[in-house]
């Protein structure tokens, strides 16, 4: 049953573009079902989570990760009374905008496109969903919910400041209230997000063998996660003792996200979704607690794995590969796909030739990239990949 400050389906501000709504599913359900079915969600599942896709089959992708996102999502929704078809669709649909590469990619289309207004993923999210996802015979984009669009465009919070210009160009046609916070929904999305991440990272970077379950096993949180699972099976096997230990973290965070919530609610005593949005602060968070150790085992990530020689040397490599493509498609717009060949036509200055190519690229897939440099351009070669890795 869901609580007087979920997001309920009847009272949805609706789409941009009024349809006619289904019979058997909720506004939210449509949402998350558009999402699921559009070619951006499609080529998530190659492009880089923190190793490059080509670099092992059981690496997390932007695909896998995003389905651990909603699951943890509809799991603590679920226990707080909140809309499950909303928190799923905003979980499903948080990095549609990354390019490939993942943030190293990011950082290059950032760079790049400083000139003509930036790049933001979250940003770039929104253009995909409103605009670039052509398929509709009556709008372009996905026609998503006001709420769906607002907890994409601020599920990390309020959206201040210079706004990159894909934010910008849509807010403009259709108010999102950047200003405020986001729903519950999209707050327990982003913080399944973290979640996530904490989770599964630890488990890649032990399958690469960037560190080891002794090192693991010493830091906060795991060390008691560990303690636990040699107290109950004292003769388990290395892979089955990380696993249990890595599951056990998995619902301390997951238990202390829910915990905090509660307590935070209670405090705020909201009455509404609306209530939520202006409480002046996130109602979806850890303890202070567990956010001090989390930022342990983060700073342990980001030495030993996110910064690891082999990580760090590839990000060179894919650097160029953007670095090369972007200028190579902005002077010889020809090379460019047919379909996009009509925009390209009616851009009127570099800027707008500048926002085409950064959408042709940021939707590529890692392998995608990697082959259309070396057809385009050739010339270098990969960097060994990062670790050991089993094919599958």
């Known amino acids: 049953m869901l609580q007087p400050y979920a997001s309920h389906p009847g009272v949805s501000r609706g789409r941009l573009f009024p349809e006619e709504e289904s019979t058997f599913r909720s506004c939210f359900q449509r949402d998350r079902d558009r999402i699921i079915h559009a070619s951006a969600f499609r080529r998530l599942k190659h492009k880089t989570q923190v190793f490059i896709e080509h670099e092992g089959d059981y690496y997390r992708t932007r695909l896998t990760h995003s389905?651990?996102?909603?699951?943890?999502?509809?799991?603590?929704?679920?226990?707080?009374?909140?809309?499950?078809?909303?928190?799923?669709?905003?979980?499903?649909?948080?990095?549609?905008?990354?390019?490939?590469?993942?943030?190293?990619?990011?950082?290059?289309?950032?760079?790049?496109?400083?000139?003509?207004?930036?790049?933001?993923?979250?940003?770039?999210?929104?253009?995909?969903?409103?605009?670039?996802?052509?398929?509709?015979?009556?709008?372009?984009?996905?026609?998503?919910?006001?709420?769906?669009?607002?907890?994409?465009?601020?599920?990390?919070?309020?959206?201040?400041?210079?706004?990159?210009?894909?934010?910008?160009?849509?807010?403009?046609?259709?108010?999102?209230?950047?200003?405020?916070?986001?729903?519950?929904?999209?707050?327990?999305?982003?913080?399944?997000?973290?979640?996530?991440?904490n989770?599964?990272?630890?488990?890649?970077?032990?399958?690469?063998?960037?560190?080891?379950?002794?090192?693991?096993?010493?830091?906060?949180?795991?060390?008691?996660?560990?303690?636990?699972?040699?107290?109950?099976?004292?003769?388990?096997?290395?892979?089955?003792?990380?696993?249990?230990?890595?599951?056990?973290?998995?619902?301390?965070?997951?238990?202390?996200?829910?915990?905090?919530?509660?307590?935070?609610?209670?405090?705020?005593g909201p009455e509404s979704a609306m209530d939520v949005r202006l409480a002046g602060r996130p109602v979806v968070r850890f303890t202070e607690p567990l956010w001090r150790d989390l930022n342990v085992i983060r700073e342990f990530l980001f030495r030993r794995m996110y910064r690891a020689p082999a990580v760090v040397e590839m990000r060179k490599h894919v650097t160029q590969v953007v670095d090369e493509l972007f200028p190579l498609f902005m002077e010889r717009t020809e090379l460019l796909p047919k379909q996009w060949r009509k925009d390209v036509a009616e851009a009127q200055d570099e800027t707008a030739l500048a926002r085409i190519v950064c959408d042709y690229i940021s939707g590529m897939t890692d392998r995608f990239a990697l082959q259309e440099h070396q057809r385009l351009i050739g010339g270098i070669e990969p960097p060994p990949p990062v670790g050991a890795f089993e094919a599958g």
């Open 199 to 268: 989770h599964h990272d630890l488990h890649d970077g032990l399958r690469a063998e960037l560190f080891s379950t002794d090192e693991l096993a010493e830091l906060p949180i795991l060390d008691r996660c560990f303690a636990e699972v040699d107290r109950k099976y004292p003769d388990l096997n290395y892979y089955r003792r990380r696993h249990e230990a890595l599951r056990r973290f998995f619902g301390i965070l997951v238990e202390d996200v829910i915990d905090e919530c509660r307590r935070i609610l209670g405090e705020i």
């Open 67 to 197: 389905i651990e996102v909603a699951q943890v999502a509809r799991t603590i929704a679920g226990t707080l009374g909140l809309n499950s078809e909303l928190t799923e669709a905003v979980a499903l649909a948080h990095d549609l905008g990354h390019p490939p590469f993942g943030h190293t990619g990011e950082d290059a289309l950032e760079r790049l496109m400083a000139p003509h207004g930036g790049f933001d993923h979250n940003a770039q999210a929104i253009r995909i969903v409103t605009s670039l996802e052509r398929h509709y015979a009556e709008f372009d984009g996905l026609n998503l919910t006001w709420e769906t669009l607002e907890g994409i465009a601020k599920h990390n919070g309020p959206v201040t400041g210079d706004l990159p210009y894909s934010l910008a160009e849509y807010n403009a046609r259709h108010d999102l209230e950047l200003h405020t916070y986001a729903s519950a929904e999209a707050q327990v999305a982003a913080i399944a997000d973290d979640v996530a991440y």
